[in-house]
């Protein structure tokens, strides 16, 4: 018995009446029953020493190790033989280029004999975690390919839509058949599969010239094989872009992706941010590495109304509308064709490989006005050069000017604007 227990005892003896009267035990019957609940408690209290208590740290482990970590999807893609994966994870063939912040993974394969070419038949997976419009849904998935395909075809056939689920989770199948492609004498056929998954978003896209024979066959061995992976729950960084500005690693970025980062990097390269401006909408950000190419801005006049400038994530040239934005207003230029959804910070180059601007996506382009933009107005803004150069100016950045030197060709300013741009992730 430890001391708790002989306290409580010896009190307890305290009570029992030490009094005899002519040898005989006064009120017997009354003291024994007293003695016996007495010692029925001593025996509670006993036990109840005895008891192991359990930290509450280790009772809150066991509980969290108890619950279920959140599910991941298996997704089967039979690779036919002959077949080689020529690209993990960069851009090659996508039409999803909006959704590069959303996107969890991506594999390309080709036919060994076509590895290094841009030609033949292609298989294209990606996935995406899922978001409110216009970001990845099942059914936005579906009409961007749809899209896609339809504007490469001059003779295309109508598109086929099957909606079936697999397991319980929602799919979408399509395919076009196109007779006579853009700008060829051949035709192609391109087929689609969306499977909503309990973890994102998978799609599955095979495209040849041809006839696609057996594909329908290998489309249904295509799906997630019922299992899941139960794994820790973790914060994934939401992706952004920005651009070089500068040979010590300055990037510009756009306000509104960074304003809530706890940490940013690049590569695992960590980045400083050193300045935000939320009425430019502007970020600037700096590397610990130094950059092999940057943007250099454009000296003298600046590219015109009808001047062709592109972006890296764009198959086609955009053209300069305006030299002013919504309302008059001078931060900006217009374009002729809207950003695409998740592209804000992403530059503009000329065909002089000169910097002409960041492109902002409508979400952006709303939060910098501080208003919504005009019902019916279908054209694409972006924060023009003179503005950028005035916030660097503004944080004492020497960035780098000079005139056109060369004219470039669109896909080489395409080129130049994807070796200048840097695509990093926003930790919260």
């Known amino acids: 018995m430890n001391r708790a227990v002989f306290a409580i005892f010896f009190a307890a003896l305290a009570i029992i009446p030490p009094s005899w009267s002519g040898g005989v035990l006064a009120d017997a019957a009354t003291d024994e029953a007293r003695v016996e609940r007495q010692r029925l408690e001593l025996l509670r209290l006993q036990k109840a020493r005895k008891k192991v208590s359990v930290p509450q740290s ?30 993990h994870g960069a851009d090659t063939g996508s039409i999803f280029t909006g959704w590069l912040a959303y996107r969890t993974g991506a594999v390309f394969h080709r036919l060994a004999s076509q590895a290094g070419t841009d030609e033949g038949e292609v298989i294209r997976v990606e996935q995406f975690r899922k978001a409110s419009a216009p970001g990845p849904s099942i059914e936005e998935a579906f009409q961007l390919w749809k899209q896609y395909v339809s504007a490469a075809c001059e003779h295309p056939q109508p598109v086929t839509r099957v909606a079936s689920s697999q397991d319980g989770r929602p799919v979408l199948e399509g395919l076009q058949v196109c007779t006579k492609v853009t700008g060829q004498n051949s035709g192609s056929v391109s087929m689609i599969k969306v499977i909503d998954g ?6 599955i896209i095979r495209q040849a010239p041809g006839a696609g024979d057996g594909w329908t066959n290998w489309f249904a061995k295509v799906g997630l094989d019922g299992k899941t992976a139960t794994a820790k729950s973790r914060i994934l960084p939401v992706r952004f872009f920005g651009f070089f500005v500068s040979r010590q690693g300055h990037v510009l970025a756009t306000h509104t992706r960074t304003k809530d980062c706890r940490r940013v990097q690049f590569l695992k390269t960590k980045a400083t941010l050193l300045a935000s401006d939320p009425v430019r909408n502007l970020a600037l950000l700096k590397l610990e590495a130094e950059p092999k190419v940057i943007g250099i801005f454009r000296g003298g006049a600046q590219a015109g109304v009808g001047a062709p400038v592109a972006i890296q994530s764009g198959d086609k040239t955009l053209e300069i509308s305006a030299l002013i934005g919504p309302g008059g207003d001078p931060k900006f230029v217009t374009l002729s064709t809207p950003t695409p959804p998740g592209n ?14 960041m492109a902002l996506d409508d979400a952006d382009i709303k939060k910098t006005l501080g208003s919504t933009l ?16 005035e916030f660097l100016e503004g944080q004492g950045i020497a ?18 604007a994807r070796e200048i741009t840097v695509l990093m992730e926003c930790w919260k």
């Open 58 to 87: 280790r009772r809150s482990r066991r509980r969290r190790s108890s619950r279920p970590g959140p599910t991941g999807d298996h997704l089967l893609v039979p690779v036919p033989a002959g077949w080689v994966t020529v690209d």
């Open 198 to 203: 309990a973890s994102g978003i998978h799609v």
């Open 344 to 357: 804000s910070g992403l530059v503009l180059v000329d065909l002089s490989g000169r910097v002409a601007g």
């Open 374 to 389: 005009p019902i019916g107005d279908l054209s694409g803004y972006a924060l023009g050069p003179r503005t950028l150069r």
């Open 399 to 416: 960035y780098e000017i000079a005139p056109p030197s060369k004219t470039f060709t669109p896909e080489q300013a395409t080129e130049k």
